[in-house]
């Protein structure tokens, strides 16, 4: 396998010599210069390389796949109404819905310049909307994989004029035991296309796949943001189990938080702490394998909409979701393997923002914990739990609302660090790690 040093890396989305309409969507969308995997990815894809490329969400992977795809399509963008005249002709598959449908909205976002078609597909919808899309014709289509073997079994979609193949997170497709499906997908494609495969970590399987799917693909990794347990503020408070929703509403009083993503490490504890949360009057939303699609969505939409304060999940349901801005993650439970806690406070390298995440460890915890210290090489300090002011913090964002607070004189307190006075913290949740299905895992379809 040859590296990818051997094209030069550029500096500028200028440089990268990517169509003028790609340049103009890049721009409007405000990003200035090509994230690492941008910089590496994009010159390999347009020179025709095949690629493995090591990346996680909120690397900026999407538009590292989608850019160049895009500038190679763009001489078939045509406006015609025959649908023969819009066959498939990049393909991305993903693991998840969620990330299905996130994919989705940057390719429509990076082509909105350009008269070129892309839909989306995944399961626990009602295909009929889908089939009326594919069956107008798309250059682009983004899908789960069981979704799409149901299209292309019913002749909606015909995949023989494929030209580029993206596998994103194809460490958890393997996870979730996409492999089978994988493979039938890809005997329905052309032998001469571009294929693509991201994936967060790169292991043996991960090589087998790329050894037998991708031809003499080069090899792209950029820094892995383990770095998250640098740049993220860990915060750790021992906390008795029954007293954690208190805990959490007081830390997110105390600093003024106003939206929290919120883990659990099960489905039933999830929708517990939903239900209780809401009893406390705070607006939560509540995401796991068990939930229906269309709550799934409602959730998020709520949440990145900021109607939702409160966003409950689980790992598997978290699984590749990008929200900006996010305030701070917590881990209302500690999970089992000390890689998801690595992914679950994220990775905050957008615009070399800084997160927060705030760890409720309960006496049972205390194996797990010890885990994930060994894991990131880093002792977590335990901090008393914040006392409440006596006044109300001034609310800069509409806030959690709070009820029956309880306040403990006690409490020593803690004090925010001065970096991240007068500002909140910027935390953006990723995927979560390699690593068997957990107690709620639901495959996409
Ligand atoms: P992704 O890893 O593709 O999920 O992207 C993570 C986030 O980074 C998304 O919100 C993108 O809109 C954003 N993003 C991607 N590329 C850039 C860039 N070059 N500059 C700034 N933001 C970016």
């Given amino acids: 396998m040859t590296e990818s040093s051997a094209l030069e890396a550029a500096n500028t989305f200028e440089e990268l010599a990517l169509a003028p309409e790609l340049l103009s969507a890049v721009l409007e969308l405000g990003y200035t210069v090509p994230?690492?995997?941008?910089?590496?990815?994009?010159?390999?894809?347009?020179?025709?390389?095949?690629?493995?490329?090591?990346?996680?969400?909120?690397?900026?992977?999407?538009?590292?796949?989608?850019?160049?795809?895009?500038h190679q399509i763009k001489p078939h963008a045509n406006a015609s109404t025959s649908p023969a005249r819009h066959p498939v002709r990049a393909l991305v598959l993903a693991p998840?819905?969620?990330?299905?449908i996130q994919v989705h909205e940057s390719v429509v976002a990076y082509a909105k310049n350009l008269p070129l078609r892309s839909t989306v597909v995944y399961g626990g919808v009602n295909m009929k909307e889908q089939e009326a899309d594919l069956r107008a014709g798309v250059e682009v289509l983004v899908a789960t994989p069981g979704r799409l073997l149901d299209h292309a079994g019913n002749k909606t979609t015909l995949l023989n004029q494929v030209q580029f193949l993206v596998l994103d997170e194809a460490d958890r497709m393997l996870d979730m035991g996409f492999l089978p499906d994988l493979k039938r997908i890809l005997d329905m494609l052309p032998k001469n296309r571009q294929t693509l495969l991201f994936s967060a970590t790169f292991n043996d399987e991960?090589?087998?796949?790329?050894?037998?799917?991708?031809?003499?693909?080069?090899?792209?990794?950029?820094?892995?943001?383990?770095?998250?347990?640098?740049?993220?503020?860990?915060?750790?408070?021992?906390?008795?189990?029954?007293?954690k929703i208190e805990a959490l509403l007081r830390v997110l009083r105390v600093r003024n938080l106003s939206q929290a993503l919120v883990f659990t490490r099960t489905k039933l504890s999830a929708d517990k702490l939903g239900r209780r949360l809401q009893r406390r009057g705070v607006e939560v939303g509540v995401i796991h394998g068990d939930k229906a699609q269309v709550e799934r969505i409602l959730a998020l939409d709520g949440f990145k909409q900021g109607k939702v304060k409160l966003l409950v999940a689980t790992d598997i349901a978290a699984r590749g979701i990008d929200i900006a801005e996010?305030?701070?993650?917590?881990?209302?439970?500690?999970?089992?393997?000390?890689?998801?806690?690595?992914?679950?406070?994220?990775?905050?390298?957008?615009?070399g923002a800084s997160g927060l995440a705030v760890s409720l460890v309960s006496p049972e915890e205390d194996k797990l914990?010890?885990?994930?210290?060994?894991?990131?090489?880093?002792r977590l300090e335990i901090s008393p739990l914040p006392s409440v002011p006596e006044r109300p913090a001034p609310v800069r964002d509409a806030p959690v609302p709070i009820q029956a607070e309880h306040t403990d004189a006690a409490d020593p307190g803690v004090s925010v660090p001065r970096s991240r006075r007068g500002r909140e913290p910027v935390c953006a949740l990723f995927l979560p790690p390699v690593r068997p299905a957990e107690p709620d895992a639901s495959p996409a379809e």
Avoid: W
Avoid at 96 to 100: D, F, K
Avoid at 326 to 348: A, K, M, Q, W
């Fill in 206 to 243: 991960i090589t087998r796949l790329a050894g037998s799917f991708l031809k003499d693909p080069l090899k792209v990794e950029v820094a892995r943001k383990n770095s998250a347990t640098e740049l993220v503020e860990q915060i750790v408070h021992k906390v008795a189990e029954d007293d």
């Fill in 96 to 100: 998840t819905r969620e990330l299905a």
């Fill in 326 to 351: 996010l305030p701070c993650v917590f881990n209302f439970e500690l999970p089992y393997s000390p890689e998801d806690y690595v992914h679950r406070i994220g990775r905050t390298g957008r615009a």
């Fill in 35 to 70: 994230t690492p995997i941008q910089r590496e990815a994009i010159p390999l894809v347009l020179a025709g390389r095949d690629l493995m490329a090591q990346a996680q969400t909120g690397t900026g992977k999407t538009a590292a796949f989608t850019l160049p795809l895009l």
């Fill in 369 to 378: 914990l010890a885990g994930v210290e060994r894991f990131i090489n880093k």
